[in-house]
């Protein structure tokens, strides 16, 4: 069985899915102010930054991300993150 999502992240992705984009931002900060090397909510801020056209920001939060990443010795998701900087 599938372990629970913590409710920061049910919250988030509800305010995603019904369009509340810059409520969902808020929502990511914060989980990151909490846990700060989560890998999936500084993916998600990222993406939802490059949505806003906030694409300085979305590459901070991607390489917080790739360096995780790295760290974990996952390098191949960490090159996805760090090219999708490039592009």
């Given at each position: 069985m599938e372990a629970?999502?913590?409710?920061?992240?049910?919250?988030?992705?509800?305010?995603?899915?019904?369009?509340k984009l810059q409520d969902a931002i808020d929502?990511?900060?914060?989980?990151?102010?909490?846990?700060?090397?989560?890998?999936?909510a500084s993916?998600?801020?990222g993406q939802l930054y490059l949505r806003t056209g906030?694409?300085?920001k979305a590459?901070?939060?991607f390489a917080v991300a790739a360096?995780?990443?790295v760290r974990q010795g996952q390098r191949?998701?960490?090159?996805?993150l760090y090219l999708k900087m490039l592009l």
């Open positions: 629970e999502r913590p409710p920061a992240f049910v919250q988030a992705e509800k305010l995603l899915r019904t369009g929502a990511y900060v914060r989980i990151l102010s909490a846990a700060p090397g989560n890998v999936e993916n998600q801020l906030q694409p300085d590459n901070g939060c360096d995780a990443l191949a998701e960490a090159a996805d």
